[in-house]
């Protein structure tokens, strides 16, 4: 499995953006798949996941009602539209897949093919 993230780049405090992550493999819709971000200094943090047929999600409680994520099984995508944007999201993020739980998790130790990262700068 590969994950390619994109999308990031450079906003104003309140304005949006979505991020991409295009997945190869034949099992990508078999399984949950989750964002983390990790900013300058900080550890890496959950921010939302979705499960494989994208009937249930998490979310980070920091960006509940402004972050929405949702996948596309057909074109193995799935996605993560930010909205409202703060200079505290601003990161690496990372698109990432488990295959040990159904559970759209947000236990980093349960995913095991990340992304390479794509960067959101969020200025105030």
């Known amino acids: 499995v590969q994950l390619q993230a994109s999308g990031g780049g450079l906003v104003q405090a309140g304005g949006s953006l979505m991020l991409s992550c295009a997945a190869s493999?034949?099992?990508?819709?078999?399984?949950?798949m989750g964002w983390f971000r990790q900013a300058p200094g900080k550890e890496r943090e959950f921010v939302a996941a979705?499960?494989?047929?994208?009937?249930?999600?998490s979310y980070q409680d920091s960006v509940k009602g402004r972050f929405t994520v949702s996948r596309d099984n057909a074109k193995q995508m799935v996605y993560l539209q930010m909205n409202s944007l703060k200079p505290e999201d601003t990161a690496a993020y990372y698109c990432?897949?488990?295959?040990?739980?159904?559970?759209?998790?947000?236990?980093?130790?349960?995913?095991?093919?990340w992304g390479q990262g794509t960067l959101v700068t969020v200025s105030s």
């Open positions: 990432a897949r488990t295959r040990r739980t159904l559970f759209p998790t947000r236990d980093a130790g349960l995913y095991h093919a």
């Open positions: 493999g034949r099992t990508f819709s078999s399984y949950p």
């Open positions: 979705i499960d494989k047929r994208g009937d249930r999600t």
